[in-house]
């Protein structure tokens, strides 16, 4: 790498790191904020909905923000909402309060993930591309799954607000060094379509509502039901608005291509999946093995540390084997894993037996991260990436809202809190289903397109998606 893209590399993955954990690292620490602040149990899930929230809604919207006035300038300015917000969450004294920072925190959120995949993708050539992003993915991974485990050591160890007041320092370093050591870059477009934001603003918050509000109200209530009837009809408008236009937000030839629909596809399917296991594992780990939130977050540890190891080696790998190879291989791999530990856990299950089947899931998930997102970005040109990775973002938010829905609904069906057997039974269940999921997602893998190991030479690609970045680094 070139001292350029040693920066890139490090302040984007710092950055997503930062992302990545908030968004699970509340878990494990619902009880004592719910204790501090005097909350219900319904107001308290807001505390992860609202991030999620406007996360995903605003995803598209941040992309092509960066797009249009600037890549890194948008970038620190998402840095720097997302920072103010995590302080405003440390300050904090009442569950409104707390909610609304949560709020603000997402929307920043949603700035600066598609972002840096955006300058990621950007910085590297294609030849490159997969180390600089298993190297990235490795570290989202570690914080996605470490997050438990951060939240039960600060929850047991400190105060709550230390969840949010360690993003500050963080996040000003992190401001600092894109200031000073991030080039600019631009995306195609000549002028921000309102328009387009608007519309999938619309259509993005109805569907998301529909996930968040779900259980909790019913699937077949009217808010539901009206939320997703709302969501479709403007996606639908949205498509059509884009399919006329001569500068869209998202040009929909995207989804004609099979490398990026089947790449978001299957990094859909993939983070379902993970995000099932994440809500529940560290309850079982307190629910039915009676650790505490500490003892619950350090036996996270085995499917954390796979996510460290194989991101990264994925990505060395992927130029010898070719995305679809591994992306297919880790699916399958995660489809396993869930579906052991399915069949494993009960109210006697002992934590070692758990442990080769968190390891395996660990090593699938963390073997496909980073080859779906170069399948995406080579799917297109340099300068449309940004495009690319904001559509590839939210998509991958909403995996995590479908799989964190799907395992609850299918948890409370056949499972409930009341005593050990029946958490198992529920868990047992949903783990089932998200291993199902993961399958789909390996069937889907399939469809990507073969890429020659690099030995041989990398295949020939159309037109459509040049092998230089020089055109989106030189503007």
Known sequence: MTVAQRWVLTLTSLAAFMIALDGTIVTTALTTIKKSLHSSVETLEWTISAYILTFAVLMLTGAALGDRFGRRKVFVGGLIVFTAASAACGLSTTIAELITARAVQGAGAAVIMPLAVAQLGAAFP??????????????????????????????????????????????????????????????????????????????????????????????????????????????AVFVLWERRIAAPMVPMRFFGDRAFSAANFASFTLTAGMYGLLFFLAQYYQQVLHYGPFGAGTRMMPFTATLLVFGPLSGRLSERFGERFLTTCGLALTAAGLAAIALQTGPDTSYPALVPALVVTGTGISTAIPQVQKAVVGAVRPQEIGQASGVFSMLRQFGALFGTAVSVAVFAASGSYANVKTFSDGFTTAMGVGAGIAGAGALAALLLPARCAAAAGPASPPAARPQAVAATTAE
Request: net charge neutral.
């Open 126 to 235: 294609p030849e490159a591309r997969g180390r600089a992003l298993g190297l990235s993915a490795g570290v989202i991974g570690l914080a996605t799954a470490g997050g438990p485990f951060v939240g039960g050591v600060v929850a047991q160890g400190l105060a709550w607000q230390w969840l949010f007041w360690v993003n500050v320092p963080v996040g000003l370093l992190v401001i600092l060094g894109v200031v000073f050591f991030m080039t600019e870059t631009h995306g195609p477009q000549a002028r921000l379509d309102l328009v387009g934001v608007v519309l999938t603003t619309g259509g993005v918050l109805g569907l998301v509502w529909a996930l968040v509000r779900g259980n909790d109200v019913g699937w077949t209530a009217p808010e539901t039901l009206g939320s997703v009837g709302g969501g479709v009809v403007l996606a």
